[in-house]
């Protein structure tokens, strides 16, 4: 039993892992242009991993704080739903330090960006359950709310900068 669970787990991790970079197989001694294309490739892996991840989290939040507002989750409960998140949130902020080496040159600042964003949704997060602890005060949802779309536009600003850059470094080549 234990060999069956240990054996899903690695099966489970690697495809992580290898989109993260982990286990490329990309040759850093490679000076040609077939090694600058992977590691673009690999490092739109982990931007569309990161999203995708991130959007599945914001999705279940913002669908939480609608059932909030609309008062079919009690504060105790909300923050419960949070807490839920926290690891997850803190995992794939995490896996962006994993590649910070793979990143191109011309992609650092963005990366830095990204990675802020994601530490902004944590953050959200770690508000939410602070809020919902406290029981002097009430959750502020408007401002749960605003930090909210605030990361939704902010993602949907990443995602475009880097498309343009992309169609950028394709005209370019």
């Known amino acids: 039993m ?3 669970f240990l ?7 690697m495809p992580l892992l ?9 040759d850093d001694t490679d000076s040609g242009a077939g090694g600058k294309d992977e590691e673009a490739v690999n490092y739109s892996d ?5 999203m995708n991840e991130s959007n599945e989290l914001l999705q279940d939040f913002n669908q939480a704080l609608d059932s909030f507002y609309a008062n079919q989750l009690t504060e105790k ?3 419960e739903r949070m807490e839920e998140y926290i690891p997850r949130a803190n995992e794939i902020a995490g896996n962006l330090d994993n590649v910070m080496y793979d990143v191109e040159p011309g992609l650092h600042e963005f990366h830095r960006s990204l990675i802020d964003l994601t530490n902004q949704q944590h953050q959200m997060f770690l508000d939410a359950v602070d809020m919902a602890n406290d029981e002097d005060k ?7 709310r605003e930090q909210y ?6 993602q949907a600003t990443l995602i475009e900068e880097y498309q ?10």
Request: proline share 0%; with cysteine.
């Open 2 to 4: 234990k060999r069956i």
């Open 46 to 50: 982990v931007i569309t991993q990161t």
């Open 164 to 173: 343009t850059k992309q169609m950028e470094t394709e005209e370019e080549n």
């Open 149 to 154: 779309s605030s990361i939704k536009q902010t």
């Open 77 to 79: 409960t909300f923050g």
């Open 7 to 13: 054996s899903m787990m690695i099966a489970l991790t």
């Open 18 to 26: 290898s989109s993260c970079g982990f286990f490329s197989e990309n």
């Open 138 to 144: 009430n959750v502020d949802k408007e401002t749960l």
